[in-house]
């Protein structure tokens, strides 16, 4: 990978992280960002990503002074935002957000597209975009699977910020860690093996149920469950099994 100025990325056996190093996204974090995804689908041999901020930190939202109020407003920049957000909810890996401070407009829409969330006291979720005029992104697809109707309408029409602890109460967060260290091990090890592809395929099933009709899901089912019993990982369950029973 190319040297990156918005984020780090280190790969240490099956774990890769991802540490954001600018508290606002602007082009140059996009760009980045979608040059890590591309590792990650293409030459990464990782299991689990995580994604963190500095200490104190996670994403405050967008970089403002991206925008002149003097120039015609286009949606270029946004689009690029969704398209590397999708990439990461759809990448062959386990992922995991880890906040240790202000997961904030494009920082919770970012955390939302992971498969786990975790985060330290001192985590704070909002989506504040509305009160600024504009919107918060494909959080008003996602956020509602999460909490529900009529809270998501709470969270984006009033934009209240969100303590880590009420967060986990809602289902935005999985835990509330003491130490974001020792809580980010333990959400790695709870993926077990991680097998790439079933976790791909299991999510993508998830994240169709709301929307597909039951005869639908199951031929999706069933489609998504013959690839998964090709994979090496469902052959060594197999020979694992064989052995047990001697």
């Not at 984020?7 to 960002?33: C, F, K, P």
């Not at 990503?49 to 003097?70: H, K, M, Q, S």
């Not at 974001?180 to 099933?205: K, M, N, T, Y």
Request: aromatic share 6%.
């Amino acid at each position: 990978m190319r040297p990156t100025t918005t984020l780090s990325y280190v790969e240490a056996g099956e774990v890769a992280t991802i540490t954001l190093q600018r508290r606002r996204i602007n082009m140059a974090m996009v760009r980045e960002l979608t040059a890590v995804a591309d590792h990650l689908e293409d030459a990464s041999p990782c299991k689990v990503v995580v994604i963190t901020g500095e200490p104190g930190a996670f994403l405050d939202g967008v970089d403002l002074a991206e925008f002149r109020p003097d120039q015609t407003m286009d949606i270029h920049g946004f689009n690029k935002w969704e398209k590397v957000c999708s990439r990461f909810e759809r990448l062959p890996k386990a992922t995991l957000a880890a906040l240790d401070g202000p997961a904030i407009g494009g920082g919770m829409q970012l955390a939302l597209v992971c498969d786990q969330r975790i985060a330290t006291p001192r985590a704070v979720l909002q989506l504040d975009e509305v009160h600024q005029g504009f919107l918060p992104g494909m959080a008003t697809f996602r956020l509602a699977k999460f909490v529900g109707l009529g809270v998501a309408k709470r969270l984006i029409l009033t934009a209240p910020a969100v303590s880590a602890e009420e967060a986990r109460t809602l289902g935005l967060l999985d835990a509330v860690v003491p130490d974001l260290q020792a809580g980010i091990a333990q959400a790695v090890a709870s993926f077990g093996p991680a097998h790439g592809v079933a976790i791909e395929l299991a999510r993508r099933l998830l994240n169709e149920s709301y929307a597909a009709s039951f005869e639908d899901a199951i031929g999706n089912f069933l489609a998504a469950q013959h690839r998964a019993l090709s994979q090496p990982a469902f052959h060594e369950t197999l020979k694992a099994a064989a052995k047990s029973r001697g």
